[in-house]
């Protein structure tokens, strides 16, 4: 075997096209960071309002998100709730709205807005038609509806993680920020579904509460997404930071109106529960209570009669006839007066029945509805674990049995009705019955 003596010269590589070369130093420039001259942020932002763009996934994902999540909803299941998240189309048209701030574009200000109203209106759509269904079921456990009509800390974190997540990611990377946008879906669109399903199935506390929670959460984005787009050096245009004071003072008024009042409150979907202590109650005072008659009876009083006048013949010895008349004797006037025999004082000790302790423990949802009737107006919800009192007073409607209970709620003392299937009391066997009032009578010699 012999090798050649020719040297071996490596070959060029193909020469790339410059476009393509560019694509991948812009690239590798935001991810290092963001581009500081003017045409380099022009260029970023221009793509990005191209990758912000709404399309037309947008909504179809809207419509089967809205479905999934009222049929949650309606079953009170949060798995059903999280696949309908899981499905919500990405948001970052979202982030195409807060880069029409930044930029001060009119146009692609409109396009965004109306394409996140209309993603919007359908998910409230899925939620309007479910609430409707949700009818012919009651009166049923809707635990979840209340819970995302309200605010909530956990739910407001989440939230500024999702928006500075979203944001920062979208602009240094070109890969599609999934979990993030998932977090944005969580925030907004739960509590438009569960204003829908309110109005629809007519339950009081949902709606409006429902969508003026997305309008708070809406606002508290809003603000953190542009902060976040100011932070990463973004230069606004004129009419951008025109925009962007306007959108600061709206969203700051709309979360002073929402938040500030303290309207949703979460007071009205659950309360610190305290604990009572089971107390030995102190017997009422005896009150003697004496059985005198009010008022005398006496036999009825005969009227004052006379018998009447009989007309007497008697012949006179001249042969006329005199004719007299006879004036009977009166009857003597007799009143019977009837007193009782004995009058006998009864000393009655009325001994209140012993309640009943039972704890909430609802299989799905965290806690139970309490009701002022069976099946009526929403109270509060009491969370798992909740101690409640009851006296064995029970009532049946429509096929669900439900229990009069009684709760304390910051020092207060709350009455409702639950559903008995949700109640695990302390005594083995559910159905027990209030004891007899025992009663002592004294009674006193005539």
Excluded at 15 to 20: D, H, I, K, L, N
Excluded at 176 to 186: C, D, G, N, Q, T
Excluded at 308 to 325: F, K, L, Q, W, Y
Excluded at 359 to 386: C, D, F, H
């Amino acid at each position: 075997m012999s090798l050649s003596d020719d040297p071996i010269i490596p070959t060029e590589p193909p020469s790339r096209p410059r476009e393509e070369i560019r694509n991948r130093r812009r690239r590798a420039t935001r991810r290092s960071s963001i581009p500081r001259d003017a045409e380099g942020q022009a260029t970023l932002i221009s793509d990005l309002s191209r990758r912000a763009y709404p399309s037309f996934e947008l909504f179809i994902f809207s419509l089967v998100c809205g479905a999934i999540l009222g049929l949650g909803f309606l079953l009170d299941s949060q798995t059903v709730l999280l696949l309908g998240i899981l499905v919500a189309p990405l948001m970052t048209p979202w982030v195409g709205f807060l880069l029409s701030i930044l930029t001060g574009s009119p146009r692609f200000l409109f396009e965004t807005i109306m394409a996140l109203l209309i993603s919007a209106a359908l998910v409230f759509a899925g939620g309007l038609l479910t609430g409707f269904a949700a009818r012919l079921f009651m009166p049923m456990t809707l635990t979840n509806v209340f819970i995302h009509s309200r605010l909530w800390l956990p739910a407001l974190v989440v939230l500024a993680i999702g928006a500075v997540t979203l944001v920062a990611s979208f602009a240094r990377s070109e890969e599609k920020p999934f979990l993030p946008s998932v977090l944005i879906a969580y925030v907004f669109y739960l509590p438009i579904s569960a204003g829908g399903f309110g109005l629809g199935s007519g339950l009081e506390g949902v709606w409006p509460q429902g969508l003026l929670v997305f309008l708070a959460h809406f606002a508290m984005a809003g603000v953190l997404g542009l902060i976040t787009l100011y932070a990463l050096r973004l230069r606004p245009s004129m009419g951008g930071i025109i925009f962007s004071g306007v959108a600061f003072l709206l969203f700051a008024w709309i979360l002073f109106a929402l938040m500030g009042s303290g309207f949703p409150s979460t007071n009205e979907a659950a309360a610190a529960i305290s604990t009572p202590t089971t107390q030995a109650s102190p017997l009422p005072a005896s009150s003697a209570t004496s059985s005198l008659p009010s008022t005398t009876t006496s036999s009825p009083r005969p009227s004052s009669t006379s018998a009447p006048r009989t007309p007497t013949n008697s012949p006179a010895p001249d042969g006329t006839i005199t004719v007299t008349e006879e004036t009977p004797s009166p009857v003597p006037l007799t009143i019977e007066v009837t007193l009782p025999a004995t009058e006998t004082p009864t000393i009655t000790l009325t001994i209140p029945a012993a309640p009943t302790y039972g704890k909430v423990a609802a299989n799905e949802g965290g806690g139970a509805n309490l009701r002022q009737t069976p099946g009526g107006k929403y109270v509060m919800t009491l969370l798992n674990g909740t101690i409640v009192e009851t006296y064995s007073d029970f009532t049946e409607v429509n096929g669900v049995t439900w229990v009069h209970v009684f709760v304390t709620v910051n020092g207060q003392r709350v009455e409702g009705w639950l559903l008995e299937s949700v109640v695990a009391y302390a005594t083995p066997a559910p159905d027990f019955e209030a004891s007899a009032t025992p009663t002592f009578g004294v009674t006193p010699a005539p």
